[in-house]
């Protein structure tokens, strides 16, 4: 975990990437905050009342002298703000909407990464997934030609790196999401130093069962291998036949990936987040993320049982995708 984590450290150090962090009276937020600042890894921005923050920090004993604080409820550049909000909502909010909107600290976080007051957010220790991908998708919005966001893991045991995607956000992706998701998350691997080998998993191998949900993984390969000829990618796979170079050589002996697959596309999010919770759980793997991919600037979601490791990582993570 340690030289994945170093890569990014070495990346973000001394680039004053601002990082939002909604959740200011959080203490694993506030932990990790008082962390990346005195390290000079990010300028932590912590929404909330300025007295709130700083008693909340002096309980817990952390030094946040590192970090912005910044309350919705006196933000000198509120009325810029409501106006910018109003303009990128194309109609769908009154100024009056966006005053009310934007005292919502995710809300509010999002508007300074969309205006450029800071280079990414981290939320959801406290607030569910829908409540910190819907203003993302409302205002920073998805990369040109990119239908929709998706979520990945990146999965850490010692010196071994695997992505796995989507396991947070599309319920039923079809042929065109699949392609999408595996474009996006080849991408995300590059990120981490890892060179993406793509496999496609389904409960068929190379046509071993025939239905419309393994012709839905099938399609996805052809998409995506138009889309970018030069990636790496294979399927539809078991699992086995994407991992296990002797089980590859029995069922896919034809494929170029060889059983040495890194990056891993679920046919489906119950798929995904069950397999990447089997690994975390069971093979003792490290589930970092999910990291949201796709979007026009960084805003990534934690899980509400996480520590403040994992905050800290997230956020050196999404201080990676800005540069």
Excluded: W
């Excluded at 119950?270 to 600037?297: C, S, T, W």
């Amino acid at each position: 975990m340690s030289d994945l984590f170093e890569t990014l450290t070495d990346k973000v150090q001394g680039k004053g990437k601002r990082i939002v962090f909604p959740e200011a009276l959080d203490e694993r937020i506030l932990t990790a905050a008082s962390r990346l600042g005195t390290k000079g890894l990010v300028i932590p921005v912590l929404v909330g009342n300025e007295n709130e923050v700083k008693q909340k920090a002096g309980e817990f004993g952390l030094d946040i002298s590192s970090a912005e604080i910044l309350d919705p409820a006196n933000y000198e550049g509120m009325d810029e703000m409501v106006q910018s909000f109003v303009e990128r909502r194309k109609g769908k909010a009154t100024e009056a909407d966006a005053r009310e909107i934007l005292k919502d600290g995710n809300y509010f976080g999002t508007m300074l990464v969309y205006m450029g007051k800071a280079e990414g957010l981290v939320s959801g220790a406290v607030h569910s997934t829908a409540d910190t991908v819907r203003p993302a998708l409302q205002i920073i919005k998805t990369k040109p030609g990119i239908k929709k966001t998706s979520g990945v893991f990146i999965m850490v045991r010692e010196e071994e790196k695997y992505v796995f995607a989507d396991c947070a956000i599309n319920m039923s992706p079809d042929s065109e999401d699949l392609a999408e998701i595996a474009l996006a998350s080849s991408e995300t691997a590059k990120l981490f130093d890892v060179e993406p080998k793509v496999a496609m998993l389904s409960f068929s191998t190379k046509g071993s069962a025939k239905s419309p949900e393994t012709e839905k993984v099938s399609e996805a390969v052809k998409i995506a291998k138009e889309k970018n000829p030069d990636l790496l990618i294979d399927g539809e796979f078991q699992f086995d036949a994407a991992f296990v170079p002797s089980v590859a050589e029995k069922k896919a002996p034809e494929s170029l990936l060889k059983g040495e697959a890194n990056t891993f596309i679920f046919p489906s999010l119950e798929a995904g987040n069950i397999g990447y919770k089997i690994a975390q759980r069971l093979g003792g793997f490290d589930a970092v993320g999910p990291v949201l991919q796709g979007l026009n600037q960084p805003v990534n979601d934690l899980s509400r049982g996480c520590n403040a490791d994992d905050v800290y990582k997230l956020a050196l993570i999404t201080a990676a995708q800005s540069l």
